[in-house]
């Protein structure tokens, strides 16, 4: 009987640490997934305001350029 009880134990022990290790292992990878869903966002919100930026500063340099343009046209006149 006790032989028995303790081989009951030890199996239960053995399920329960196995089943540990796997949710562990789950959580990790999910913690990874969700790091380089971060990072890919923080990499996306960058470039998006690059871009804003550089649509602006393109925009300020034309409209410099058209008034250069028109200055230099009143001039000759």
Request: proline share 0%.
């Amino acid at each position: 009987m006790k032989k028995s009880l303790f081989v009951a134990a030890i199996a239960a022990i053995s399920l329960v640490a196995c089943k540990k290790g796997e949710s562990t292992e789950t959580n990790k990878d999910s913690i990874e997934n969700n790091s380089d869903s971060i990072q890919n966002n923080m990499d996306s919100a960058a470039n998006a305001q690059k871009d804003s930026i550089d649509a602006a500063t393109n925009m300020k340099k034309d409209s410099v350029e058209v008034k250069s343009d028109s200055a230099k046209a009143a001039v000759k006149k």
